[in-house]
């Protein structure tokens, strides 16, 4: 088996900068602090929103109804993220 882990865990906290792209990167602004910063430096964490009360939803789930709630994804920079320990 060629499967290595080292090779899969090269980015464990979640950021994937690779310098070659960074000139252009697309900027987004941090969920918290409102900080500008680039996307591939940015730690990103998909939030799903379901505007529904809760006791509706676990009802609508034993009838078998499939909900699709609206996922959102959040940017925080560094210092958010490290504060939240999402890093
Ligand atoms: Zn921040």
């Known amino acids: 088996m060629g499967f290595t882990l080292r ?3 090269r980015s464990s906290s ?3 900068r690779r ?3 960074s000139g252009r990167a ?3 602004e941090c969920a918290i602090c409102g ?3 680039p996307r591939d430096k940015a730690v990103e964490k998909r939030r799903r929103s379901l505007r529904l009360d809760r006791n ?3 009802l609508l789930r034993e009838k078998g109804a ?3 709630g609206v996922s959102r994804i959040l940017y925080y920079c560094i210092s958010c993220a490290k ?3 999402y890093i």
């Open 7 to 9: 090779e899969v865990s």
């Open 14 to 16: 979640g950021i994937t």
């Open 19 to 21: 310098k070659g792209q």
């Open 26 to 28: 697309v900027v987004v």
């Open 35 to 37: 900080a500008k910063v």
């Open 56 to 58: 509706l939803r676990e």
């Open 66 to 68: 499939k909900l699709h």
């Open 83 to 85: 504060h939240r320990k």
